[in-house]
């Protein structure tokens, strides 16, 4: 079976049965982010390399520009440019993006070892793009030191987290603040 990925594509879509919105958003992946790059490919000569540089090409440009310098106009429709047209500048497909991207070809591509059109799986060899760091992020070394400057504002605090009132010139191990202190 010589089927090529848009063939493969086609057909896996067509029996996914998912929400709208999804569906809409993976056809358009599909269409901006894995046809042009892969589309033609038989899917029996697709390796590890090929899904490799694929998730290269998505972390260099979300756009897929060729390298030469253009601006992005602010829409497609006739327009006066102003300030909102810029000059392109690379930017990386979201990691989320990329993930989706791959769960979406080895869906297809595990149909297609299903229905013995392929033998094994060649994108379980492909190293799968890294998760996306987790969010929220927990606090810096920095924030961490000023919610704890925060915390010693509050006299209770100080007090349940075992201030030596004794220790303090004007307590002493017998004197009234030692004694009344929470500890
Ligand atoms: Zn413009
Ligand atoms: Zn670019």
């Known amino acids: 079976m010589n089927a ?3 063939q493969l594509l086609d057909q896996h879509f067509e029996l996914l049965t998912l929400e709208r919105s999804t569906m809409d958003t ?6 901006k982010h894995i046809r042009p790059f892969m589309g033609r490919t038989p899917i029996g000569s697709l390796d590890a390399g090929v899904f490799g540089s694929l998730y290269a090409e ?3 440009c979300r756009n897929h520009c060729d390298r030469s310098a253009y601006v992005e106009h602010r829409t497609e429709r006739a327009h006066g440019c102003d300030t909102r047209c810029r000059p ?3 930017s990386p497909l979201g990691a989320s993006t990329i993930r989706q991207i791959h769960f979406v070809l080895s869906g ?4 297609a070892v299903r229905w013995r059109w392929l033998a094994t799986n060649p994108i379980a060899e492909a190293e799968p793009p890294p ?7 927990p606090p810096s070394a920095q924030e961490a030191a000023r919610i704890l400057a925060e915390t010693w504002k509050d006299p209770d605090w100080v007090c349940w987290s075992g201030w030596r009132w004794d220790l303090l010139p004007f307590g002493g191990s017998n ?9």
């Open 4 to 6: 090529t990925v848009n």
């Open 26 to 31: 993976y056809v358009r992946y599909a269409d």
């Open 58 to 60: 998505l972390r260099r």
């Open 88 to 90: 392109h500048v690379c």
């Open 108 to 111: 297809a591509l595990k149909r």
């Open 131 to 137: 998760a996306p760091r987790p969010s929220p992020q």
């Open 175 to 183: 004197g009234s603040w030692g004694g009344s202190a929470r500890s």
